[in-house]
C-alpha cells in the first residue's frame, strides 16, 4: 500500500484527463471512443496513451513501442539507478570531479535545453541545485516514512550544499560526447524539466512514427498530437488544487498540438509541526516555494511547460507574468494560496466552460 501511494496523484491527474475525454465523447456522440494504454515502469509515475487504431491489439502494440522509447529517457535521466551498459546521469554524478563522461546525446541535448532554460528563467530553473535537492528528498522521505520524526533541514546545511551549484561547471564537449561536473561537490537534478523533455521527444518519435491523433499523459506532463479523429480538440482537466473541494477539476481546457503541465503543492510534500513544505524548492530562499497552490501551462514544447511551471511556482506573480509573456505561445494559470485565480492574457482562450 505505502508504494502504490506514490502513483496516487499521477493517477488523480490522469483521472482528470480521462473524464475530460469522456464527457467530450459522451456529448457528441463520438465514434469509435479512443483506446487506452497504462504503464507504471517510468519516471516513478504512471504513464497512459490515448489514441485510436485498427484495434485494441493494434493500439497496444503503438503504445508499446512508444512506452519503450520512453523507458530509455527513464534511464539516461535517472540519478538514482544504474543500468548495464548505460552512462547516465547518475554515471555523470558519480563523477564529479574525477572525469569526463561519455555520453548518449540524448543527455547532451537535455543539457543543453536545461542551460538555455536557466538562462531565459534568470535561475530559477538550475538542474545543477542537485546537492541542495538531495538533501531536501533525504528529511522528506525519512519525514513521510517517520512522521513524528520529520524535521526541515538545517539552513547552514542547505547554504554550504547551494556553494556548488554554479551551472556553470557543467562541462559539455560535445565533439568528444562527454559531460564533466567541474567541482567534486556538485550533482545534477533534472527534476524540473526532464520528464517534459522526455515526452516532448516521446512526441516527436510518435509523429515519426506517423502516430496521429494521440494522447501522452506521463505523470500529468500531458501532450496532445494532432486533435481527435472527428478534427475535434482534445479535453484535458486541470486538478483542483484544493482536494477537499466539491470540484475536482479546476478548469478544463481545449487544446491540439500543445502540452499541458502543472505545478502544484498538494501532490508531493511533507509534514513537519503541523506545516506541509512541498517538494519545490526555491533556488533563491532554498526552501519550499510559499506563493501559490497550483500553476499551469500550456505551451507548444512539454519540456518548456516543466520548466515554466516550476519557475512560475518560484517567483511573485508579477514576476512570473512578465517571464510568461516573454516566451511565444506560452500561457499560465496561477491559483493563489486563497483560492483565487489570475490568467496570463491569451489562456482563457483554451478554457471550455
Request: hydrophobic content about 40%.
Amino acid at each position: 500500500m505505502t508504494k502504490f501511494k506514490q502513483y496516487i496523484p499521477a493517477i488523480a491527474a490522469i483521472l482528470m484527463v480521462v473524464m475530460g475525454l469522456l464527457l467530450t465523447l459522451y456529448k457528441n456522440d463520438i465514434q469509435p471512443e479512443p483506446y487506452k494504454a497504462i504503464y507504471i515502469d517510468t519516471f516513478d509515475t504512471v504513464t497512459q496513451f490515448i489514441g485510436y487504431g485498427e484495434s485494441e491489439e493494434a493500439f497496444k502494440a503503438s503504445a508499446d513501442i512508444l512506452n519503450q522509447e520512453l523507458i530509455e529517457y527513464h534511464q539516461l535521466y535517472n540519478i538514482y539507478n544504474s543500468y548495464e551498459g548505460i552512462n547516465n546521469l547518475r554515471t555523470i554524478n558519480a563523477n564529479a570531479g574525477k572525469e569526463p563522461v561519455k555520453v548518449d546525446q540524448r543527455i547532451i541535448d537535455l543539457l543543453k535545453f536545461s542551460i538555455d532554460l536557466y538562462e531565459k528563467t534568470d535561475g530559477e530553473i538550475n538542474i545543477a541545485m542537485g546537492s541542495v535537492l538531495k538533501i531536501w528528498h533525504n528529511y522528506r522521505t525519512e519525514g513521510i516514512n517517520e512522521p513524528e520524526r520529520a524535521v526541515l533541514p538545517a539552513m547552514e546545511k542547505l547554504e554550504e550544499a547551494a556553494k556548488h551549484c554554479n551551472i556553470e561547471d557543467i562541462i559539455i564537449n560535445e565533439e568528444a560526447s562527454t559531460v564533466y561536473l567541474a567541482d567534486p561537490e556538485m550533482s545534477l537534478d533534472v527534476g524540473s524539466i526532464g520528464k517534459g523533455y522526455a515526452v516532448q521527444k516521446l512526441a516527436e518519435y510518435a509523429k515519426e512514427l506517423e502516430y496521429n491523433n494521440l494522447v501522452i499523459n506521463c505523470g500529468g506532463n500531458v501532450i496532445s498530437i494532432g486533435n481527435k479523429i472527428n478534427g475535434e480538440d482534445w479535453i484535458f482537466g486541470i486538478q483542483n488544487p484544493d482536494l477537499e473541494s466539491e470540484n475536482s477539476l479546476l478548469k478544463r481546457v481545449a487544446i491540439t498540438d500543445k502540452c499541458l503541465v502543472t505545478s502544484g503543492d498538494y501532490q508531493r510534500y511533507y509534514v513537519v509541526d503541523g506545516i506541509e513544505y512541498c517538494h519545490i524548492i526555491d533556488p533563491d530562499t532554498l526552501m519550499p516555494a510559499e506563493y501559490f497552490k497550483a500553476v499551469s501551462i500550456i505551451t507548444d514544447h512539454s519540456g518548456m511547460a516543466d520548466a515554466l511551471s516550476t519557475a512560475l511556482f518560484n517567483m511573485p506573480y508579477e514576476d512570473g507574468l512578465a517571464l510568461i509573456n516573454s516566451i511565444e505561445n506560452a500561457e499560465a494559470i496561477w491559483v493563489f494560496e486563497d483560492g483565487s485565480i489570475h490568467y496570463s492574457e491569451n489562456f482563457k482562450d483554451y478554457v471550455v466552460e
